[in-house]
């Protein structure tokens, strides 16, 4: 039961983690990054369909796009879905395909984008804290209905702690990095 509680409090951890990584995907950094578009939704005969589904998605280079949709007369939905997903990029259409140009960012942006990124890892910081209460919580419960004694729940909770330090850790190395990457372009 103590083992299963706290493998529990792992993946609640990990899952935070892994959603933190997504989330930071999803931050413009200057250069071009096919995840970025994972957002994009376009409406495909008459379902809201991912860009990735409709249309080949390639970076030529490290600034820029290119969408190569593999139904031609899809071309102006995917244009238009691009628009409206408000990327902060401009779709030029040439009839067989759409490229996208990722803009320069100013130093203003890059400091608005390093504290949008604050935001998102104090969320998972936050997440994994919780993960780490409801283990605590649980193994209190435990406690209470004598299913496990006070040493028991004294080392589960010291180990269920070294899991949060741990996964704490790893929250802030990915900020780390993702912040070094955004301020050196």
Known sequence: MVDTLKSSAEADMKKSVE???????????????????????????GSPTPLNQVATLATPDARSFVITPWETNVLKDIEMA??????????????????????????????????????????????VRMARRNANDETKRLLKDKEISEDDQKRVQDEIQKLTDKYIKDVDQISDDKEKDLMTM
């Open 19 to 45: 959603k933190l990584i997504e989330e930071l995907k999803k931050v413009r950094t200057g250069r071009a990054n096919v995840s970025m578009l994972d957002s994009v939704m376009v409406e495909y005969y």
């Open 82 to 127: 691009l628009v409206n997903a408000n990327l902060g990029m401009t779709p030029q259409n040439d009839g067989k395909c759409v490229r996208l140009r990722v803009p320069e960012l100013t130093e203003e942006r890059r400091k608005d984008l390093v504290k949008n990124i604050k935001k998102i890892v104090e969320d998972a910081r936050v997440s």
